[in-house]
């Protein structure tokens, strides 16, 4: 069978990540959380005390980062697993805050492309049918109200036993929301070829059945 690349758009905790990993799994495709990698950046430069608004600073830091993921969605800053702190709220602000900048986005942008010319992947951002994979087989634009996210998100952070605060968490997200629309370089938006699917009330079956409908038969 023909593999092809596969675009998951939206905004924060619309499900992008749930779903690409259920999908990847069912097509034997590799998932690709390109949220994970700025994440990554933010965490590091926070860890290493480098300053989120120095651009030069923190391409420089990237350069001596490896990022890498596996089979069990785990993530890797040069052999470390940081899967779970990546995914603190704090982190997740300074993600959106350290993307703005053309040389942090270009240095990712450029792995991103890389890894998936070989075909095969799904991948999950904010810019991935607009900027990183223009040319995907298949876009989807995944959308929900902030209080459909905000509870997600909330849950989410509860299961893995970490401190939450439904409030904060929803306004941090509209927080999110208008810094990933506004910024200057790759905004957040749906692209033109894209089929936008709003998951407020849908179950994870159900957006990810609406999905696997969009694909070619012989994906």
Do not use: W
């Amino acid at each position: 069978m023909k593999k092809i690349n596969i675009a998951i758009d939206g905004p924060s905790a619309a499900g992008k990540s749930t779903i690409a990993k259920r999908l990847a799994k069912r097509l034997n495709y590799s998932h690709l959380d390109t949220g994970a990698m700025y994440r990554c950046v933010a965490y590091q430069a926070q860890r290493l005390g480098v300053d989120v608004a120095d651009e030069a600073a923190l391409a420089t830091m990237i350069d001596a980062m490896q990022i890498d993921f596996d089979s069990d969605h785990h993530v890797y800053i040069n052999g470390e697993d940081v899967s779970l702190a990546i995914r603190e709220n704090a982190i997740s602000m300074l993600a959106s805050s350290v993307s703005v900048f053309p040389a942090v986005r270009e240095r990712l942008v450029h792995m991103q492309q890389t890894i998936a010319q070989n075909k095969g992947y799904i991948m999950d951002g904010r810019d991935i049918g607009t900027v990183v994979l223009p040319d995907a087989e298949v876009k989807v634009y995944m959308v929900a109200s902030v209080e459909a996210r905000a509870k997600r998100r909330y849950e989410e952070y509860m299961e893995k036993g970490m401190d939450a605060d439904y409030s904060v968490i929803y306004k941090d997200i509209e927080q999110r929301d208008h810094q990933d629309m506004h910024r200057p370089l790759s905004p957040l938006r749906k692209a033109d070829d894209a089929v936008e699917i709003d998951t407020s009330d849908m179950s994870i079956e159900e957006v990810e059945e609406a999905i696997a409908q969009l694909l070619p038969s012989k994906c």
